[in-house]
């Protein structure tokens, strides 16, 4: 146990010496834009890139992981939309945020930096796939669900457009993209180009657990909503079980690919999940919540599933 809090705390503690500078210095969101760029365009694409150029092609094709990855999060993105329609009677675009809370986890920010850690350099090519298959998802399900739910009205081309740039020019996919060509062309960056690549993976975990922090600083938890009584345990409990359930049918994979993704089916909800909300205008205060408590209390329901996972109770 001692071994797996010497792994998590340095993590969750850049986390929270990021809330504790957004409490003291209570600078405003704005003075993250910077920041948020240089993780999201620069750092962690070049750590992407990095892991996936000097891994053998041959892992790229588990076109199986893949899909059943893809349906436990479809799986648990379908339940938490249903339950916010029947239950509390949402409509379309507030079920589709409920979606997004129970499913979206923060696999940018706090994947690459928590698997590589827990499971070593491997792990990076099963976050980096899972990534890009997921945020493509996300990016089809977010504008399609709101166009469906009457905001937003687009015509198919423009809709089609719309969804095409956002996977296409996201920088974590071209990343990978780039990535998996330098792994299948055996290239190798120049000696300097390999230097500057390596000081920004350096630099992509503690940066972004960092502003992390603060921006569950800035964002503070003032009540908790009853939709958090069911979304929080889906995301943090049930999507992780869904995901283990699923994975263990596949015959002889890979220990590591399997850990890796239900590590990463165990996070918190996203900041994008808030990020969706404020650009639709809806349940954007509620979502917010989701993203902080689920954040907090994934300290305890990660590190009780590394535990696991690194003792061979799993």
Not at 82 to 96: D, E, H
Not at 167 to 193: C, D, E, M, N, Q
Request: aromatic share 12%; with cysteine; hydrophobic share 55%.
């Amino acid at each position: 146990m001692l071994q797996v809090v010497a792994l998590v705390l340095p993590l969750f503690g850049l986390i929270v010496l990021g809330y504790l500078a957004g409490r003291w210095r209570q600078i405003p969101t704005e003075g993250l834009a910077w920041m948020n760029f240089f993780i999201v365009y620069v750092a962690l694409p070049a750590l992407f890139f990095n892991l996936l150029s000097k891994t053998p092609v041959s892992e790229f094709a588990n076109g199986r992981f893949l899909l059943t990855t893809t349906l436990g999060t479809v799986v648990v993105f379908i339940l938490s939309f249903f339950i916010g329609r029947a239950l509390r009677g949402a409509n379309t675009q507030t079920a589709t945020i409920h979606g997004f809370a129970g499913a979206y986890g923060n696999v940018g920010y706090l994947g690459p930096p928590l698997a590589i850690a827990a499971f070593g350099p491997e792990a990076g090519v099963p976050v980096a796939l899972i990534f890009c298959i997921d945020n493509s998802m996300h990016f089809i399900l977010a504008p399609s669900l709101m166009a469906m739910g009457g905001q937003h009205k687009l015509s198919k081309y423009q809709l089609g457009k719309d969804i095409a740039s956002k996977i296409f020019t996201h920088p974590f996919i071209l990343a990978t993209l780039a990535g998996i060509l330098a792994a299948f062309f055996s290239f190798v960056p120049p000696a300097p180009v390999s230097s500057l690549l390596n000081s920004l993976s350096s630099a992509a975990a503690p940066c972004a657990l960092f502003v992390m922090g603060v921006t569950a600083a800035l964002r503070p938890l003032k009540r908790i909503p009853v939709e958090l009584a069911y979304l929080v345990p889906i995301k943090l409990l049930i999507h992780p079980a869904i995901m283990y359930l699923l994975l263990i049918q596949i015959p002889d994979l890979n220990t590591i690919w399997l850990h890796s993704a239900v590590l990463l089916a165990a996070l918190p909800s996203a900041t994008n999940v808030f990020v969706i909300a404020q650009q639709y205008g809806v349940w954007e205060e509620r979502a917010s919540s989701a993203v902080v408590l689920s954040t907090a209390l994934s300290i305890f329901t990660l590190t009780t599933y590394l535990y696991l996972s690194t003792n061979g109770y799993l």
